[in-house]
């Protein structure tokens, strides 16, 4: 069955430092991927989605995102962050050849910035 | 401007009461979706309807009813089976069968069982 793994709850990064959230999917073929953004009390926002071709995709706000076939993960990433990317990220995924039309998220991994 | 309009942002609710959490779309998605979440469960699915006047279970069914009469609207009904409502719950759409799976999401409803 189709899934998905964020391993790691919850992160906590200085101001200014790399970021990397991880993300691994279960499917046989290649899914459609995505990460969101959910900032307290609202709902998610898409940061960027990778369907086929380049395996490395640029979304919005500085993040891009890199596919690895060999690894089935889906690793979202920023050079460097700002105090307004503290937010809970989801990574989801889709298979776009089941009639069924389920998304499937995540547990998300919840992101704190140190000043 | 195009979005989803979920109504209303919060509710509290008596126990045994049922509510209906509204959901309105005008971005002519034909999929329409409802999930739940609960802290550090993330996002479980409940219902979705791919047309209007159909439907289907998500992963969560139990204890939440729908309907889909417009394409407009996918409105939730929390029955008083649903044995622990308290959540915040998101509602969300997609273009349909010929999308790419990006979901449209509204700013959610925060439901209280008092």
């Known amino acids: 069955a189709q899934s998905v793994t964020q391993p790691d709850i919850h992160i906590t990064v200085s101001e200014g430092a790399s970021l990397e959230l991880r993300c691994n999917y279960s499917y046989g073929a290649t899914p459609y991927l995505f990460w969101y953004v959910q900032s307290p009390g609202q709902g998610l926002q898409l940061l960027l989605k990778y369907f086929s071709g380049d395996t490395l995709v640029q979304g919005i706000k500085g993040f891009e995102a890199e596919f690895k076939r060999s690894q089935s993960s889906f690793n979202l990433r920023k050079p460097s962050v700002h105090w307004s990317d503290a937010a809970e990220y989801f990574c989801a995924s889709w298979d776009p050849y089941s009639s069924a039309s389920k998304i499937i998220f995540g547990s998300g991994t919840r992101l704190s910035i140190r000043p | 401007d195009g979005g989803i309009t979920q109504s209303p942002k919060y509710l509290f609710r008596k126990e045994g009461q049922n509510v209906t959490l509204s959901c309105e779309q005008n971005?002519?998605?034909?999929?329409m979706y409802w999930y739940r979440q609960d802290p550090g469960q993330g996002l479980r699915l409940i219902y979705y309807?791919?047309?209007?006047?159909?439907?289907q279970k998500g992963d969560i069914a139990e204890g939440y009813s729908v309907s889909r009469e417009k394409k407009e609207s996918f409105p939730l009904t929390v029955t008083s089976a649903q044995k622990n409502p308290t959540a915040f719950y998101l509602c969300?759409?997609?273009?349909?069968?010929?999308?790419?799976?990006?979901?449209?999401f509204g700013e959610g409803s925060r439901l209280t069982v008092l």
């Open positions: 969300a759409s997609t273009l349909g069968r010929s999308n790419t799976g990006e979901l449209f």
């Open positions: 309807s791919q047309i209007v006047n159909d439907f």
């Open positions: 971005l002519n998605h034909d999929a």
